[in-house]
């Protein structure tokens, strides 16, 4: 059984969909970010970097302890090497999966979540920063959308690169950018809509808000997030 430390955000997301994918028993163990669930020394011992997601499987590769692994790219990259399921084998493939895992990891994922937090949740009145990642944002949709009018799946087959970067083309339209100006990325990101273990990873009562473009929070929620009480968080 994996134990899965979750909140419906795209990395979030990106490890509820590869556990439909695999197959693999789990639970979802649901974390309110805004309450403050991943600022406790527990969590910190199974993540020292205290974001979600993160999982503790208690059955691990290898035997042992039950094991903890945090990062979602490297979530993916366990229960892919767990499952052996969804990194290509071939290795020209599997080495376009693990570059566009990484892309997705230092790139798409952190620029448009800096995009998300000036568009959505600063103070506004910032044109700089909403500028800089609004157009970083757009710059990697294009790169993305090069990429998909040349291969069907970033590895050529569907694999843990596409899981990593649909969740966060989808939360796009958070932001207000339309998928339909990059044709081939549109048409992907249908294609994967589609997919059953998609579907389930994304069930609606999971699904956050994304029609919410400021989301409106009390003082207290946004100290968790992103002031005092994060910082003082324990870091043991
Ligand atoms: N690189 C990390 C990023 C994790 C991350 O930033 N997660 C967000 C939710 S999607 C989070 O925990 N936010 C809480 C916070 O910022 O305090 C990963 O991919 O796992």
Redesign the pocket.
């Known amino acids: 059984m994996i134990d899965v430390y979750f ?1 419906p ?4 997301h990106k490890v509820s969909i590869m556990l439909e994918e695999t197959g693999l028993a789990h639970r979802l163990l649901k974390m309110d ?1 805004l309450a403050g669930d ?1 600022l406790t020394p527990e969590y910190r011992r199974i993540n020292p ?5 993160a999982i503790v499987d208690h059955d691990p590769i290898g035997g042992g302890a039950p094991l903890p692994v ?4 490297a979530i993916l990259l366990y229960l892919a090497e767990k499952s052996g399921k969804l990194l290509p084998h071939d290795p020209r493939r599997r080495s376009q999966a693990q570059q566009w895992l990484m892309w997705q ?1 230092a790139s798409f ?1 952190p620029m448009q ?1 800096q995009a998300h937090h000036f568009i959505r949740y600063a103070p506004e009145g910032q044109p700089y920063p909403v500028e800089r990642y609004r157009n970083e944002t757009v710059r990697l949709l294009h790169v993305l959308d090069g990429r998909l009018s040349e291969a069907e799946y970033l590895a050529e087959e569907y694999s843990v690169a596409d899981i990593a970067c649909w969740p966060w083309a989808r939360a796009t339209r958070a932001i207000g950018l339309a998928l339909d100006d990059y044709p081939a990325l549109a048409a992907w990101f249908t294609r994967i809509a589609e997919r059953p273990a998609v579907i389930a990873g994304t069930d609606v009562k999971n699904a956050p808000n994304l029609s919410s473009a400021r989301p409106v929070l009390t003082k207290e929620q946004w100290s ?3 002031g005092q009480n ?1 910082l003082e968080a324990p870091t043991r």
């Open positions: 909140t955000t795209p990395n979030g970010m991943h970097n205290g974001r979600l997601p945090f990062e979602s790219g990891m994922g979540g968790n997030l992103f994060m």
